[in-house]
């Protein structure tokens, strides 16, 4: 199997003011297509760091990286943000859903980024939410959803684009358990069915436990 | 759905706050407006001329009369004049209520006919023409005082003092929108000249010339004042035009200070406006970190703020405008009109005025959100997000 | 009492807000206090014109001197009035004036013109006026084409100037030989020619316009009023000077009084909504503050209290940085049209302290009404879940 993601010496190190903090140091990583893992480690670790470098939202200060065919320390902004918009979803630990959007709106909000057209658009994120089983509450606001229903709405506009690889923050953070495992379940069936990549940063061990592999970080480095 | 929608729909979620800024934006637009529209009004007045309507009167002073036998030498010796008339300013007063400023003025028998614009009734002119104590008055002084065809007025006068009896014989209009002042009281100067001492009779005011030719009206100008150059009485003849600005543009300076005022309401509207803007920005910088992340650019997030700040500029005009109207039309505009009609003949909010209003709210409501949309858009995206993890 | 330093340290470290409602509430200040400033000056140089002792004797029926005449001979039947003071030299001080308008050249408006004043004065008008000082040049010589102005429309039309000439009538120019200032009345808008040359001019005949009298004390004034009623053959009748200079003025102020008022309305408006928007917007950014303040043990009135301040803070200092800029203002003149004598007066922008508090005080309200919603909600959080970050 290919690899998805191809990390080699990459650091990353934060600046502020006159102070340098390296988050990073020297860290290669080998992800292969298809993968489940949880990446797990005290804070300040750079976890999330590592996370943000991987989905193209940051630039590793040096070493390349490679992620899903492009090599994303040469590109620009610009770039970067349609690599984002074509090639990642992203679930996050509150959800940030837009409160003036219906579910729906909310899942169409990636397709505006493409050229399909308006009925098209619609089709697709109705079918995203029917595989997140919300159809039947496409129409209700954020504020009218429990916190396990918003988060499955974040889930179908994460997939909408069709992305191949899944980056998830904390997703089961603002949960309680019953909800957790729905959303796990929901992302054991996404990367089982339709074969999705998943990158998860987690504290959670029973989502870790889910996931294919767990690596752990510590002071920037792979344990 | 587009994102422009998206951002005029997140122009709804804070009520309170989205509610009391077109409130407060409306509120400056209608004050503008009504500065706006009194500005013009003003103009209007003083521009409202004929094109071929000359006024001559004493070089030196409007208080000193003219010889009453100049409108015979106008008459035979000026080529180009159409018609001829005098009036002359009698500043009698309403005993009920000597406050009311109106136009009291004497005229000579064709002074009708100098004024073509005005709307009276033949009929009315006929019974004028055979009464010597009649008196056509103007719509706006009969509505305002409750005077009707064929009523008894009595007026004090101050100059010529004394009480003066009159018969309304003709009330006259002017057609919607002209500068037209209707508040004014014409009657006989022969009533006038009967009625005063020795030493004041056979003088007039002033006289006014239609010209056959407007192009050269400058010519029939230059030749009435060489005629009467080397008497005693000299006189300034220029374009009614020229008069009226002349008279009413003495109050120029504080109706440049009223339109320095009505800029001034709109900069606030834009502060107001731009305050709320960037108080929006920063409680949106996860959703916008949130947008990023999702692949949109910088120029979308620009795009998200100004679309906010656009929406809520077009309601607080809309809303502004909508109160205007009717404020003008139903009361202000009419109160003027009857009550300093001569200075405001006809107050109306021009569409000028309103597509005015309504585009600086546009421009300065975009331009409020130029610097909040910049700083949106070049929020680092991991900082964004971090805000909210 | 929460302290006051937790109210100006928010107001400093959310500077730009702080400084957009500022400068709102600036700018209405300023407008309020300019507006008030016009109409001070207006009646300020109305008063200043004058004199409580003095009475203005009009034709009856008239009630501006431009329609009043009175025949010469009566000066001196309505100078033998009860009440009359004397001159020193043992005269009586009456002054018999006749007044015009005459058309000018503007200065600095190609082609403007408009009316100035013109007063025809008797020998005895400036003793008349002790308040009166020529400050330039000096006093017209009698009987001359001499003539005096006065200091604020000086320089506004052509010929009004020290040593120039204007026509006031067919080659006959008359000299400005010298400036008169009379502590900023009305008088200064004015042209002093001698009465008997205004006369020939103005073709008047043997009459003035206007008679005023010094009388004894201003309570003289019912007596010697009502003896000139009592005269039927004079046909005059008496005003107090200042009830004189009030009407005149009247129409002016009023339109002015009116748009002032206008344009207060709809400043405040805004003015508190502004502040009713940052008030609200600081509010609820700082939930988890009041939170904990309450939890601290902070009552629901200090919490009110203590934003209804803050908020009156920030109106104060909008309105002082309007109040100062306003000040500014007193040094500039404006000219506009006396609709009573159809000629051009001159007013200052006259500050007061009264104009500063009030303006200041309308600040401090301003901020009152519109935080006083804001600051009830603050008072209404509750602790538990604004510290929790609903």
């Known amino acids: 199997m290919s690899s998805i993601v191809e990390l080699q010496g990459v650091s990353k190190t934060f600046y502020r003011g006159k102070e340098s903090v390296p988050v990073l140091e020297n860290l290669s990583l080998e992800v292969p297509e298809g993968a489940y893992e949880a990446f797990m480690g005290p804070s300040g670790s750079g976890k999330s760091t590592l996370l943000n470098l991987i989905a193209g939202l940051d630039k590793p200060t040096s070493g390349s990286a490679k992620v899903a065919g492009s090599e994303l320390s040469q590109m620009s902004d610009g770039q970067l943000a349609r690599f984002r918009s074509q090639k990642i979803g992203f679930v996050f630990q509150s959800y940030n859903l837009l409160p003036v959007l219906t579910a729906l709106e909310n899942v169409e909000l990636p397709l505006l980024l493409t050229s399909l057209s308006g009925s098209d658009r619609k089709k697709r994120s109705q079918t995203a939410l029917r595989i997140v089983g919300l159809e039947e509450r496409m129409d209700h606001y954020p504020r009218q959803l429990s916190g396990g229903q918003e988060q499955r709405v974040a889930i179908a506009r994460a997939i909408v684009n069709d992305p191949t690889i899944l980056v998830c923050d904390e997703p089961t953070g603002d949960l309680d358990r019953k909800a957790a495992d729905e959303i796990l379940a929901l992302l054991e069936k996404l990367n089982k069915e339709f074969k999705k990549t998943i990158l998860m940063v987690t504290h959670d061990p029973a989502a870790a436990e889910r996931a294919g592999i767990i690596r752990k970080l510590n002071k920037g480095q792979l344990q | ?389 | 009492m929460i302290p006051i330093a937790y109210n100006l340290r928010n107001l400093r470290a959310r500077k730009t807000t702080t400084a957009a409602a500022a400068l709102g509430l600036a700018l209405v200040v300023f407008v309020f206090a300019t507006a008030r400033m016009l109409t001070h000056g207006i009646d300020k140089a109305m008063h200043q014109a004058s004199d409580p002792s003095v009475a203005i004797v009009l034709r009856k029926g008239a009630s501006a001197e431009l329609e009043s005449g009175i025949e010469v001979p009566k000066i001196s039947i309505i100078g033998t009035a009860p009440g009359v003071a004397a001159f020193p030299n043992g005269r009586q001080q009456v002054v018999g004036e006749l007044v015009a308008v005459v058309l000018l050249d503007k200065v600095g408006v190609e082609g403007g013109f408009s009316n100035a004043q013109v007063r025809g004065i008797s020998d005895d008008s400036i003793a008349f006026r002790p308040t009166v000082k020529i400050i330039e040049g000096r006093a017209a010589t009698p009987g001359t084409d001499e003539v005096v102005i006065g200091r604020a429309i000086r320089g506004r039309f052509k010929g009004l100037e020290l040593d120039a000439t204007f026509d006031l009538s067919k080659n006959r120019p008359m000299k400005v030989v010298g400036i008169f200032a009379d502590g900023g009345s009305a008088y200064e808008s004015e042209i002093w020619a001698d009465v008997d040359r205004v006369r020939a001019t103005f073709g008047r005949g043997t009459i003035v316009s206007s008679v005023r009298v010094r009388l004894d004390s201003p309570a003289a004034f019912d007596g010697f009023a009502a003896a000139l009623d009592a005269n039927r053959q004079l046909d005059v009748s008496a005003m107090r000077e200042e009830t004189f200079l009030l009407k005149s003025s009247q129409g002016t102020s009023i339109f002015l009084s009116a748009m002032g008022f206008m344009i207060a309305f709809f400043f405040s408006i805004g003015a508190m909504i502004g502040a009713m928007i940052t008030m609200h917007a600081t509010i609820a950014q700082r939930q988890r503050e009041i939170g904990t303040l309450r939890a601290l043990g902070f009552t629901r009135f200090q919490v009110l209290t203590s934003f209804l301040f803050e908020s009156i803070l920030l109106s104060l200092i909008g309105g002082a940085i309007g109040a100062a800029a306003s000040l500014l203002m007193s040094t500039q003149e404006i000219s506009t049209m006396n609709w009573a004598t159809f000629a051009e007066i001159v007013f200052k922008f006259e500050p007061s302290v009264g104009i500063i508090v009030s303006a200041m005080v309308a600040a401090a309200l301003m901020g009152i009404l519109g935080g006083f919603w804001p600051a009830i909600r603050a008072a209404r959080i509750n602790p538990v879940q604004a510290m929790r970050g609903a």
Request: glycine share 8%; proline share 4%; charged share 20%.
């Open chain 2, 1 to 389: 759905m587009t994102l422009l929608e998206v951002a005029a729909k997140n122009a709804l979620r804070n009520k309170f706050r989205t509610t009391m800024t077109i409130l407060g934006g409306a509120v400056a637009v209608l004050a503008f407006v009504l500065i706006r529209t009194i500005i013009v009004a003003w103009n209007k007045g003083v521009d409202y001329a004929a094109k071929d309507r000359l006024a001559t009167r004493d070089k030196v002073s409007m208080v000193i009369s003219l010889p009453k036998h100049y409108i015979d030498d106008v008459r035979t010796k000026i080529p180009g004049v159409k018609a001829a008339s005098y009036l002359s300013w009698a500043g009698a007063k309403w005993p009920k209520d000597p406050n009311v400023f109106f136009a009291n003025m004497a005229a000579d028998e064709n002074v009708f006919d100098l004024y073509p614009e005005m709307e009276i009734s033949p009929d009315a002119i006929e019974r004028w023409h055979h009464d010597k104590q009649g008196a056509i008055v103007g719509a706006a002084l009969a509505h305002k005082l409750g005077w009707k065809v064929g009523d008894k007025v009595v007026l004090a006068g101050s100059i010529y003092p004394g009480d003066w009896q009159y018969t309304i014989d003709g009330i006259y209009g002017a057609p919607p929108q002209t500068a037209l002042d209707q508040s004014s009281f014409f009657f006989h100067w022969s009533y006038l000249n009967d009625g005063v001492k020795a030493g004041m009779k056979d003088k007039i005011g002033w006289i006014v010339t239609r010209v056959d030719d407007p192009s050269k009206s400058a010519a029939v100008t230059a030749a009435i004042d060489k005629l009467f150059d080397d008497q005693d009485t000299q006189t300034t003849t220029m374009s009614e035009h020229a008069m009226n600005q002349g008279f009413l543009g003495g109050a120029s300076a504080i109706l440049a200070a009223l339109g320095i005022v009505s800029i001034i309401i709109m900069v606030i509207m834009m502060l107001i406006l731009g305050n709320t803007i960037a108080m929006a920005v920063r409680e949106r910088t996860s959703e916008y970190g949130v947008l990023r992340a999702l692949g949109f650019q910088p120029g979308h997030v620009r795009l998200f703020v100004i679309g906010e700040a656009l929406t809520v500029s077009l309601l607080a005009g809309l809303v502004g405008l909508g109160l205007s109207y009717p404020f003008i039309e139903f009361g202000m505009g009419r109160w003027l009109e009857e009550n300093m009609g001569n200075f405001f003949p006809a107050v109306h909010v021009s569409p000028v005025t309103a597509a005015t209003a309504f585009a600086a709210t546009l421009v300065l409501g975009g331009l409020a959100s130029l610097l909040p949309a910049i700083q949106a858009g070049r929020l680092q995206v991991t900082d964004a997000l971090r805000r909210i993890a």
